[in-house]
């Protein structure tokens, strides 16, 4: 069933038709709770300039500061003066965008070291594995909180990039032992024989194969990076130049809006990131079950 | 000749989404005290699902729906686990398919024997330190060899480690499934050699499963040929390599290259689906000689003469 | 016209073991150890590389298709160095040497048909100019081979039987039409009833593409059906080579007779006669004899030079070879 699963996989008609008719309950439900708080988040001009008109949601002082909930602000203002409808909005975006592109980054350099490594053998082999395997020693959260401290720019590409930098060594290490396996194959010297070349391999022979491993790799860099960037806004190293859920919570952490009661402030972040969570590791699980049959519930063979 | 194991119209089926995979369907045979007797058929016949559904070793989704397995006059099937415990290894021993790569990895050899005898037998460690040494020796093996991990040995040694450990509490019957496959041409014959130099030496009984018509040629006194689940023949190995009767028994005997033989045969066509047996007799989607008949009534497996037993129309009514 | 078709002198395969490129470890594994013999362009015949597990067989196989470079010693095709043809022209050298493998299943990509096994031969040897003439090129050759397109193409390497995709792989073959076809094993799993038929077909290739066949095996009695000629290895050097006729009826080194002796003859009333002594058979893992003839720590007729020195392949009569210090 998995073989089939991978003939779907290659058009994008296939891709489609695949997701809907997917028959793990965990990868629907988790793919609907994050496709719907996306889907929520890129709506938000819309919905700002439907209720507001045309205004500039990060503008401070354009409405009264710390309003409790009401037809015209939904989740009330915050302490800056702002529809906090629209920041929250905004910072949900924000994060998970990051998250999207970190994860993509660090799959891609992931692809490009493990596949090399692995392909080539070897010195190249060698080399790229210590490489990977030292960036997996090392605390990349630590070092990354201390580099974001010194970066001057923390906008979402340079976030995104940073996040790359150190989340890609995992799922590099998995990888290049799949691609290990794969090569010794007898398929791989039927191409060989067939006339061939290293580049024709990697990508029609190998690559097809891997990429369950890939999806899946890619799925934990993505839980992977919005934890990062989370968790740095929230300790307050974070981003100056946008908003995101991790620096919405330092702000109520700091301002002390807990204690004052604030939930319209302190309850939307902290509920979207645990469904962020919650559908990201549901998608996990059920990408597991769908590539894993061993662990479907079956009753026959 | 006293009847050691006699099974009687066993079946074992797997269930599934598709329906019920019918691996073993209404097998019967009985196995005679002291003699080697071989079990053959090709991949997919339900050999292996045989072994084990005497063994009660069939999990869920397998189960088995019918059928009576009389060992030494209990019927194994209506047993209770731990009375099962009791004829395990002490007087049934198994060596199941690539045993030899099953050992523990992390300890030594003589410390897993000693688990396997300790186990099953009544013995205090030390006694059974001894008969595990002995064995080792019995089976050729140095005494050094205790004291080793498995993977130092060689897939023989490992083999013959196994068959050491099987028979420690010398069992009534032994039953080897595939014990010569991925070893060597000089080491299968010293394994199979073996098998049936301790079986005399012992007095028991041994029942080899293996798809290798060869090896069987070589230490078998009686074979029984299975085909799609049921037993097609069973016959005294000279009777069935010089006058096979059922027409899968000619195919299979044909196919089978030999130094000096100038032809060989294969069988046309594929084994069929467990799922989904031929109507009728199973075989006659492939066979040459197939009648009107074989393919609506299944032939009872007969015995046409004194220990001669087919299942085939061509042998019908003829007595 | 160069009279070898193939031509191995001296090759030798040393592979290193441990991490690290082997440059940290100091044991080594001579898998293949100055292995000499040749197969003529004359006249397409089929010879069988017999050996047990570790002869290095495979390795020999790997050698010749350029899938990996011997350690020392040449490989010659056609007069020409393989390393030379694969530098300057990989796809001529492949049109005319090509695999058959022994695992029926790791051979296909089981992401894709297994028309495309054809296709991609097809396309990389220029054998057909447009679609339609690669359909019917694929057709006529399963067709030829006994197998049903209507009932193969199309489908997936999962949905076909093993003995099916072996024989699906003769298709391939039969395509390229390559000169020299390298064996490895291709019925060891297959069952019996479809080994017949897959070994009458690739012995039929020999007619039908004149091409030579390198059988390599590990069963004689495969061997004897199907070879003309037969050389024995024996942990990694050749022993003996001669005609399938000579090896089998008059073996002259003592492992060939003790292999022989081991085969299981599908006649119970040919028995083995003489038993295996256990205690010699194997102790422990090395079972190659450190120095000398490699098969001194077995030989019943060992002697002290046995021991001493390793025994070279000397032809005894024409055609007929062998390495054993008892016919010096």
Redesign the interface.
């Known amino acids: 069933m998995y073989m089939r699963l991978q003939h779907k996989l290659t058009s994008l008609k296939g891709i489609f038709r695949t997701i809907f008719t997917i028959k793990s309950l965990k990868l629907r439900v988790g793919m609907g709770i994050l496709l719907t708080l996306i889907a929520i988040s890129f709506l938000e001009p819309i919905i700002t300039h439907c209720r507001l008109g045309n205004i500039n949601p990060y503008e401070m002082g354009l409405f009264e500061k710390l309003l409790p909930p009401s037809l015209k602000h939904p989740l009330g203002t915050d302490h800056y003066g702002r529809d906090f409808l629209s920041i929250f909005l905004i910072g949900l975006k924000n994060s998970l965008v990051v998250g999207f592109l970190g994860g993509s980054l660090s799959i891609l350099i992931a692809i490009v070291v493990s596949f090399f490594a692995a392909y080539k053998g070897g010195l190249a082999d060698i080399i790229l594995n210590s490489f990977t395997n030292t960036f997996l020693v090392i605390p990349s959260w630590v070092i990354l909180a201390s580099v974001a401290v010194y970066t001057p720019k923390l906008n979402i590409i340079t976030v995104s990039l940073l996040i790359a930098v150190f989340n890609w060594a995992g799922a590099a290490r998995n990888l290049r032992s799949q691609v290990l396996s794969l090569k010794e194959r007898a398929y791989v010297d039927l191409a060989k024989v067939s006339g061939a070349s290293d580049i024709e391999i990697i990508f029609k022979e190998l690559m097809p194969n891997v990429l369950p491993y890939i999806i899946v790799g890619a799925a934990n860099a993505v839980i992977g990076s919005i934890f990062f960037e989370t968790s740095i806004g929230i300790i307050g190293l974070g981003a100056t130049q946008y908003v995101s859920l991790g620096i919405i919570i330092y702000w109520f952490l700091t301002m002390g809006l807990i204690v004052q009661g604030y939930y319209n402030i302190i309850l939307p972040p902290v509920i979207a990131l645990v469904l962020i969570f919650v559908a990201l590791n549901l998608i996990n699980v059920g990408l597991d079950e769908i590539f894993n049959p061993r662990l479907k519930k079956i009753t026959g063979l | 000749m006293r009847t050691v194991l006699e099974v009687k119209d066993l079946r074992v089926y797997y269930k599934s989404i598709w329906g019920n995979y019918k691996s073993v369907d209404g097998v019967s045979f009985k196995v005679y005290e002291n003699e080697v007797f071989s079990i053959a058929g090709e991949s997919g016949c339900g050999k292996s699902t045989l072994v084990d559904g005497i063994l009660r070793l069939i999990k869920p989704p397998g189960y088995i729906p019918s059928g009576e397995i009389i060992f030494e006059g209990v019927n194994l099937l209506k047993l209770p686990e731990e009375q099962l415990r009791e004829i395990r290894f002490k007087k049934l021993a198994y060596i199941p398919q690539g045993a030899m790569n099953s050992l523990n990895p992390v300890i030594r050899i003589e410390e897993q024997m000693i688990d396997a005898i300790l186990d099953h037998g009544d013995i205090d460690k030390d006694e059974a330190r001894d008969l595990a040494l002995c064995m080792l020796k019995e089976v050729g093996l140095p005494v050094e060899v205790a004291k080793m991990y498995p993977h130092e040995l060689s897939g023989g040694m490992k083999q013959r480690v196994i068959i050491a450990t099987a028979i420690a509490l010398k069992p009534k019957l032994v039953i080897a499934d595939e014990p010569t496959t991925a070893l060597d041409v000089i080491v299968q014959k010293g394994i199979l050699q073996l098998l049936k130099r301790l079986k005399e030496e012992y007095n028991m009984t041994v029942i080899v499963v293996s798809h290798d018509m060869a090896a069987h040629a070589q230490i078998a006194d009686r074979i029984a040929i299975m085909y799609a689940g049921k037993i097609v023949e069973i016959g005294s190995i000279y009777d069935i390599f010089e006058d096979p009767l059922h027409p899968y028994t000619k195919g299979l005997i044909s196919a089978v290259p030999s130094i000096g033989k100038e032809y060989v045969k294969g069988i046309p066509g594929l084994a069929p689906s467990p799922l989904n047996w031929p109507s009728g007799c199973r075989f006659h989607p492939r066979c040459n000689y197939a009648m009107d008949i074989c393919s609506k009534i299944e032939p009872d497996l007969k015995e046409v003469k004194p220990g001669r037993w087919v299942a085939c129309h061509l042998y019908g009514d003829r007595q | 016209m160069n009279e070898f078709l193939l031509e191995l002198k001296n090759v030798t395969k040393i592979f290193k073991v441990g991490g ?2 082997g440059l940290f470890s100091k044991e080594v594994i001579k898998a293949v150890d100055s292995i000499s013999f040749s197969i003529p362009s004359d006249k397409p015949s089929i010879v069988a590389l017999v050996g ?2 570790g002869s290095g067989k495979t390795t020999i196989a790997r050698i010749i ?3 990996l470079e011997p350690t020392s010693g040449e490989v010659l095709y056609r007069g020409r160095s393989v390393s030379n043809w694969l530098k300057e022209d ?2 001529k050298y ?1 049109k005319e ?3 058959v ?3 029926p299943y ?7 048909r297994i028309d495309r ?1 054809l296709e ?2 097809i396309k ?2 220029n054998l057909a100019s447009s679609q339609e003439e690669a359909r019917d090129l694929m057709i006529k050759a399963m067709k030829d081979l006994g197998l049903r397109p209507e009932d193969l193409l199309g489908r ?1 390497p ?1 949905q076909l ?1 093993g ?2 995709r072996q024989r699906f792989m003769l298709a391939r073959i039969l395509l390229i039409k390559p000169r020299l076809i390298v064996a490895d094993e291709p019925v060891s799993m297959l ?10 077909q690739l012995a039929s290739l020999k007619d039908k593409l004149g091409a030579s066949c390198l059988y390599i095996t ?5 061997a ?3 070879a003309d000629r037969i050389i024995v290895l024996c942990h990694g050097k050749i022993v003996e080579d001669g005609s399938k006729e000579e090896v ?1 009826r008059n073996p002259l080194h003592p492992y060939t007779k ?12 040919r ?2 006669k003489e ?5 010699t ?5 090395k ?1 190659k004899a450190e120095k000398g003839c490699i098969f001194s720590s077995r030989c019943p007729y060992a002697k002290e030079i046995c021991k001493a020195r390793m025994p070279t392949l000397t032809e005894v009569k024409p055609g007929r070879k062998v390495a054993c210090f008892l016919y010096d």
């Open positions: 690290g490129l047990e597990s298709l350029g899938l990989k796809l492949y040497v090509q695999p493998f022994q695992d790791s051979i296909y990509n089981p992401f894709y096994v991609l031969v990389k040897f997936y999962h039987s003995g099916e069952d019996a009833s479809l080994r017949a038929i897959f070994l009458d590990h069963d004689l009695n495969i004897s059906y199907i089998i003790t292999l022989i002796d081991s085969i299981p003859i599908p006649d119970p009333r028995r083995w038993p295996v002594d256990l205690t058979l194997e102790s422990f893992k079972l």
